[in-house]
């Protein structure tokens, strides 16, 4: 049976929570891209979340929650996490944290790990939704394993609409990029993954962060760092010179040098966030079997850059 489609209203609403809470399988809207979400205290809810996805099971997943002060029950939260949390929640960052010893959240979601990783997102429907279901919600990005993560509804219709109960839809995810992954469970804290919340915001906050995270191509250094990610069907190509035969190009900045099949701007005045925004949705656009490959201008490595280059790099990265 394809997916219910549930619009944002609050009746639509109640029935998504109420799809959750029977251990339904739903995607919704947060404010990164669309999560896959399933009751996270449910083994079952979750086990269905990694069928869906087709996505390997030492890969932990996100456990979502309606307000920061919920967490004190799943985690051990220091001073310092209940900083962070108060300063970036509701918001596009996600927490490892360890877990407590009566934690409820399924331990397929921390993939044999002591942590869950959890955040509180920003976007109104998820909200709603995660307040109606009123228990942590176990959310990866709503895409096959591998593939590019959706940033609009439509992107999770056409690639797992006949193995979900609904996609409720919420419009285009305003920022586009997945949260920033940090670990907290240890001494110092560490970037597993570059996204929403920038690591300059974070050093601000939190002094210096070690990076563990390894080039795209060498063997990944925490659970779900794999290399090869986010992966069009098409060749990606990062440092470009000249175009080459049949390639599309994804443009930033400045004019592309001449010769591409065609052009898709990700932001023409050169605007990371707009970038950010428009990067999953022009990957998909230009993933067409009549290009020969996808080409892409340098992007800056800073603030929302970061995020960006880890996604293309990993969508570039060989492919298992
Ligand atoms: P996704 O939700 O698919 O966009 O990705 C979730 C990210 O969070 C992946 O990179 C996971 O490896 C990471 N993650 C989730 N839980 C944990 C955890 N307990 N420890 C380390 N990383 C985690
Ligand atoms: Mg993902």
Same mark, same amino acid.
């Given at each position: 049976?394809?997916?219910r489609? +549930? $619009?944002?209203?609050?009746?639509d609403i109640?029935e &998504?929570?109420?799809l959750?809470?029977?251990g339904e399988?739903i ?7 669309? *999560?896959?979400g ?5 083994d /079952?809810?979750v086990?269905?979340i990694?069928?869906?996805? *087709? /996505?390997?099971?030492?890969n932990?997943? %996100?456990s979502h929650?309606? #307000? ?6 799943l985690?051990l ?7 962070? &949390? !108060?300063?970036?929640?509701? *918001? @596009? ?7 407590r010893?009566?934690? @409820? ?11 869950v990783?959890?955040?509180?997102p920003?976007?109104?429907?998820a ?6 279901a ?6 990866? $990005? ?5 593939? %590019?993560?959706?940033? &609009?509804?439509?992107?999770v219709?056409s ?10 839809d ?8 997945e949260?920033?992954?940090?670990d907290?469970?240890g001494e110092? =804290? ?7 919340v920038?690591?300059e ?15 795209a191509g060498? #063997?990944?250094?925490a659970p779900g ?8 069907n098409? =060749? ?6 000249e ?6 190009? +994804? #443009?930033?900045?400045?004019?592309p040098?001449?010769?591409? #099949?065609?052009? !898709?701007?990700? $932001?023409?005045?050169?605007d ?13 656009a ?13 992007? @800056?490595? !800073?603030g929302?850059?970061?995020? %960006? ?7 570039a990265?060989?492919?298992p």
């Amino acid at each position: 049976m394809p997916a219910r489609a +549930l $619009s944002s209203s609050s009746a639509d609403i109640a029935e &998504a929570a109420r799809l959750l809470r029977r251990g339904e399988v739903i995607a919704f809207p947060t404010e990164t891209v669309y *999560g896959l979400g399933g009751d996270a205290t449910n083994d /079952r809810a979750v086990a269905a979340i990694f069928a869906a996805k *087709g /996505r390997p099971r030492f890969n932990p997943l %996100i456990s979502h929650l309606a #307000a920061p002060e919920a967490a004190a029950d799943l985690a051990l939260l220091d001073e310092r996490s209940r900083g962070v &949390a !108060r300063r970036f929640w509701p *918001g @596009p960052l996600t927490l490892v944290l360890r877990r407590r010893a009566d934690c @409820p959240i399924s331990l397929l979601a921390s993939a044999g790990l002591d942590t869950v990783a959890l955040r509180v997102p920003a976007h109104p429907v998820a909200q709603a939704l995660l307040a109606a279901a009123d228990r942590p919600i176990a959310a990866p $990005s709503a895409n096959r394993s591998g593939r %590019i993560s959706p940033t &609009a509804a439509e992107h999770v219709a056409s690639e797992l609409g006949d193995r979900i109960a609904a996609i409720v839809d919420g419009g285009a995810a305003a920022i586009g990029v997945e949260s920033t992954v940090l670990d907290l469970s240890g001494e110092r =804290p560490l970037l597993l993954r570059p996204g929403g919340v920038t690591v300059e915001a974070l050093t601000a906050s939190l002094g210096p962060i070690d990076e563990p995270r390894s080039e795209a191509g060498v #063997a990944p250094r925490a659970p779900g760092m794999l290399a090869s990610h986010y992966a069009p069907n098409l =060749p990606l190509r990062l440092e470009i010179g000249e175009a080459l035969p049949g390639e599309a190009v +994804l #443009a930033f900045g400045g004019d592309p040098p001449p010769g591409f #099949a065609e052009i !898709r701007w990700l $932001s023409r005045s050169g605007d990371l966030a707009e970038a950010a925004a428009n990067l999953f949705a022009a990957l998909r656009a230009l993933d067409r079997p009549d290009f020969s490959g996808i080409a892409v201008m340098p992007i @800056p490595e !800073r603030g929302l850059g970061r995020a %960006i280059n880890d996604r293309l790099r990993r969508a570039a990265a060989p492919r298992p």
